[in-house]
């Protein structure tokens, strides 16, 4: 089985240093509520630099993090088709050392190196308070591309398309915060961007 894991992820790094090595600016969102049962939520989109031309949503991605199988990582990368709310009774999260030593690699980057660009604060009529801040981070890396689908009917995430999950050769980039492009970028309310917390989905 280490062999077959260690070989699969072997592929997705052969297939993707040619094909999906990607400048990023991760986005990451905090929301903090007043009430209700899940009053601390956090999510993540990307931004991919090389095609930011407008600022709408068709430039921006959901970042399925952490939180995911190996049999998740597989359907993305190799089947180009991840499947939510699908678990079976051979979901497998047997994952290559290297592997997890690059996702937590990914998760230090992106905390470590984050710069605060909003912090907006939403009142319902529900009486329910939220203050929303976003964070964000250039890195570049080797990440899959993948379309998503929901194999649950009764279950909307709210979302149909793209989204990317890590793979390896992460590295902050903090050059791209000087650059033109970053300044254009960070005007964009990424606090109107559906949540979903794809991380914590499996």
């Known amino acids: ?26 986005i990451s969102i905090e ?11 956090n999510d993540f989109w ?11 949503e068709k430039s921006l991605y959901p970042l399925n993090i ?26 497998s999260f047997d994952f290559e050392d290297g592997f997890l030593h690059s996702q937590n690699n990914l998760l230090s980057l992106v905390k470590e190196n984050r710069t605060k660009v909003q912090t907006i604060n939403k009142k319902w009529k529900s009486g329910i308070r939220e203050k929303i801040t976003v964070f964000v981070t250039p ?11 929901h194999k649950n009917t009764e279950i909307d995430i709210g979302y149909e398309g793209e ?3 890590p793979i390896s050769d992460f590295e902050y980039n903090p050059i791209f915060l000087k650059s033109d492009l970053y300044k254009d970028i960070i005007k964009y309310d990424f606090s109107a961007l559906p949540f979903l917390s794809l991380h914590t989905m499996h």
Not at 75 to 87: A, S
């Open 139 to 149: 890195v570049n890396g080797i990440f899959c591309t993948c379309e998503v689908k």
């Open 31 to 41: 929301v903090e509520k007043n009430k209700g049962l899940h009053k601390f939520q």
């Open 66 to 91: 952490e939180g995911f199988s190996a049999t998740d990582l597989d359907e993305c990368c190799v089947n180009k088709e991840l499947i939510l709310f699908n678990p079976t009774t051979s979901e």
């Open 1 to 26: 089985m280490k062999y077959l894991v260690f070989s699969i992820f072997a592929l997705y790094i052969i297939e993707a240093n040619s094909q999906n090595y990607k400048e990023l600016l991760i």
């Open 163 to 165: 989204i990317l999950m």
């Open 46 to 56: 990307v931004v991919s630099v090389n095609s930011w031309t407008n600022p709408n």
